[in-house]
């Protein structure tokens, strides 16, 4: 590993914001400085002398000069990792241990897995202790160690991966590598701040640190030159106090058969005063990567009122607003989450972090907010009723942020961040809007905010918002961009969904449709998405599945949004042409919210209705029941009862094409999938045709369209892309 390998500064990465890498290099002398606290320098000085891993004389490790094969590299550097932490980790509390552990040669270990890398690190240290969790399955005996083979990523407490210095790679590969690691840990420790570990050769070492800000590697050091910082890391990385190996000790369980069992969160309490509150359970969310807000809920309860209560934890970037200072602003407002407490202090990324780095990457600030619990997130619909009921009240709720008196936009608009509302909640309160850490308060010395790509999950954003990554004049984000967010929930919901809330499979038309809308690219996301308010396949399509799946009232609910969101495209797209900004749609603004919100209001009155007990049984009066596939021709035109004025769809469709000749222009976002543009195609659902002519036009529609690109992944749900925010 010479120094010549770590002349890139910085690394790269696509998916990542503008001007921050994926990764920094610390200066020559950080990785000397680390952990002095940890180990006296006299008492390393003293292991070095004893120690026989170490020969003083030769000022050398007993590593051999010439290697003969990757293994015995692997037990040389296995015995002085031993060596150091029997010597210098001594666990004072009961229940903590700390082990070291040589994976090599067992298969299930060196499977290869994602991106080609073992399936665990060669050498790593297993622990037990208060945030330490036993991998499910593994058997907790005093004799077994962890078992070699089973050593998992909940119980891992730092991790080392050994190569000789001729095949260790360049910094990019080697800070690729650990990152696979160090994703998994961070995934399976849910109160870990940090991860740090060792890159070691028979020359060399280096220290990769990740974090919600990514990573940052030393320079490489010569190990036998420097034996005694060697020794402050290893001891450090595996140390004890679960604070020095970069834990939220604000967290704890009580461990049994080193399984954890009952958990707390010790926070700031509704009167300002420090309280602890026994932990219910984890509320999953996405936390695909390393860097970014890694947003953690905790369901916990009350000890004096025994209210079930929810404690967020996430790393918001330095320069957003604080999600608590948005919070007070909406407090007690129907349809936004309501907060109970706020924590602040928590710490930011810098502070972990070499400080010769600092202005190279986008530091993080970890945030805490305690709000009143709700139901599950929206997907955990179990009827029609609820479904829409919820997104309507959280539309609702959506308008009274951008009210005049709060002005504060979303931008985040998602099926994780609308839940349901608790049995029996009132209108207005069936659907709650949450996550407030993205969004954008206008102010008089800044009204509007510029679109962003990188902000919000990908299939939620509406085409505006996609179209930041090649449009020369960056679009301004508004609140008609998130009701468009509000149409692709819906749509996602109808296309990933039955209606009793059973999960389609991901072989079936409409979740792959919906894994083409996810792409990581802004641009193919959108060459995939647009045809969903034009004239093409895909909105018809769309209308199909949805209509064939939940019935007419809801295919005609569909067909009404698209249609007029459609139509304020078309508004914003006039004023575009006039010279105008959005600001001139303001005073239309709770008209466009009534709008929407009788749509909704419409389709739940008629579902009621249809479902009553004195109704006559039909397919309309279950939303869910599927209706014959109507068949297409080129000259069925929409009927009344599905038609909204769309009178600047003629502008719109002019900017779909100058979209589509800057996307042509650059062939790294040439559309992976060609919309055919046929404006006299629409769908009529009074028409109905024998099902041998529906095959036929089937086979017709499929012959002409293009290719649709493959999803990501075939055996499973669309993925849904990780914000970079």
């Known amino acids: 590993m010479p120094s010549s390998q770590a002349t890139p500064q910085t690394g790269s990465n696509p998916g990542c914001p503008k001007h921050y890498p994926s990764y920094t290099t610390t200066s020559d002398t950080y990785a000397h400085d680390l952990y002095h606290e940890v180990t006296g320098d006299d008492e390393v000085d003293s292991f070095l002398e004893d120690t026989e891993t170490y020969d003083p004389k030769q000022k050398r490790w007993s590593i051999p000069g010439t290697l003969t094969n990757r293994e015995t590299l692997v037990d040389a550097l296995y015995a002085i990792l031993l060596s150091v932490v029997q010597r210098f980790v001594k666990p004072s509390e009961p229940g903590v241990e700390r082990h070291v ?21 060669v050498l790593v240290v297993p622990a037990t202790g208060p945030s330490f969790d036993l991998p499910q399955g593994l058997r907790s005996t005093p004799s077994s160690e962890l078992s070699e083979v089973n050593v998992g990523y909940p119980c891992m407490a730092t991790y080392f991966t050994v190569k000789p210095d001729s095949t260790v790679g360049n910094t990019d590969e080697q800070v690729h590598e650990m990152e696979a690691y160090a994703k998994r840990i961070l995934r399976d420790q849910p109160n870990r701040l940090y991860i740090r570990s060792l890159v070691l050769t028979e020359n060399h070492a280096r220290l990769v640190h990740f974090d919600r800000a990514g990573a940052e590697i030393t320079p490489p050091f010569n190990i036998h030159q420097h034996p005694a910082t060697l020794v402050r890391l290893v001891a450090g990385l595996s140390s004890a106090d679960e604070r020095v190996l970069g834990f939220d000790t604000s967290i704890q369980w009580t461990t049994v058969d080193r399984k954890k069992t009952k958990g707390t ?3 700031t309490g509704l009167n300002g005063d420090t309280k602890t509150y026994p932990i219910l359970g984890q509320i999953r969310t996405l936390r695909d990567d390393i860097r970014g807000r890694a947003t953690t809920c905790w369901r916990v309860q009350d000890p ?13 970037l330095d320069d957003l607003r604080g999600e ?3 919070l007070k602003l909406v407090k007690g407002v129907p349809g936004i989450v309501h907060m109970v407490s706020y924590e602040t202090g928590r710490g930011e990324t810098k502070d972990f972090r070499c400080p010769s780095t600092s202005g190279r990457f986008q530091n993080r600030v970890a945030t805490r907010v305690t709000t009143k619990a709700y139901g599950r997130s929206i997907e955990h619909f179990t009827s029609v009723v609820q479904l ?18 709060v002005r504060i936009l979303h931008r985040d608009v998602s099926a994780q961040n609308v839940l349901l509302g608790r049995d029996g909640a009132p209108e207005g309160e069936r659907g709650v809007l949450i996550d407030l850490d993205l969004a954008f308060r206008a102010t008089d010395a800044k009204p509007t905010i510029e679109a962003d790509y990188n902000t919000g999950i990908r299939i939620f954003q509406s085409l505006s918002v996609l179209s930041a ?8 984000h508004d609140y008609l961009d998130d009701l468009e967010s509000f149409l692709y929930l819906l749509v996602y919901i109808m296309l990933l969904y039955r209606p009793d809330g059973s999960r389609l499979s991901s072989a079936e038309e409409g979740p792959s449709m919906l894994a083409s809308w996810a792409e990581e690219d802004a641009g193919i996301a959108w060459s995939n998405k647009q045809g969903i308010l034009g004239s093409g396949l895909v909105r018809v399509r769309t209308g199909r ?14 067909h009404k949004f698209r249609a007029w969101t459609l139509s304020r495209t078309g508004d914003k797209e006039r004023l575009e042409f006039e010279g105008k900004g959005p600001e001139s749609l303001l005073p239309k603004r709770e008209e466009h919210y009534s709008q929407v919100l009788g749509l909704f209001d419409k389709a739940i009155e008629a579902i009621r209705a249809s479902t009553s007990p004195s109704a006559e049984p039909t397919l309309a009066s279950n939303c869910g029941l599927p209706t014959p596939i109507p068949a297409l021709t080129d000259n069925t035109a929409i009927p009344p009862s599905l038609e909204v004025s769309v009178s600047t769809s003629t502008r719109q469709l002019r900017r779909s094409a100058r979209i589509r000749n800057q996307l042509e222009k650059d062939h790294s976002l040439r ?37 649709r690109p493959k999803a990501r992944r075939t055996k499973k749900s669309p993925r849904v892309p990780t914000r970079s925010r």
């Open 101 to 121: 552990i040589n994976t090599h040669g067992h298969p299930e270990c060196e499977q290869k897995v994602e991106h080609g890398y073992a399936a665990c690190p």
């Open 265 to 267: 969160v010790t926070t």
């Open 304 to 316: 004096d009122t025994l209210e079930e209560l929810v404690v967020k934890d996430s790393w918001r």
């Open 324 to 326: 608590y200072e948005l």
């Open 388 to 405: 829409l009921s919820a997104i309507r009240d959280a539309i609702a709720g959506h308008q009274r942020l951008v009210a005049d008196d």
């Open 469 to 476: 990554k090649f449009m020369k004049t960056v679009p301004i």
């Open 545 to 558: 599945l949805i209509e064939a799946a939940w019935g007419p009232i809801c295919g005609e609910l569909f």
């Open 671 to 707: 559309p992976a999938i060609g919309v055919p543009s046929s404006p006299n195609l629409q769908y009529n659902p009074l028409v109905r045709r024998s099902a041998r002519i529906q095959k036929r036009r089937l086979e017709e529609e499929d012959d002409a369209e293009a290719p």
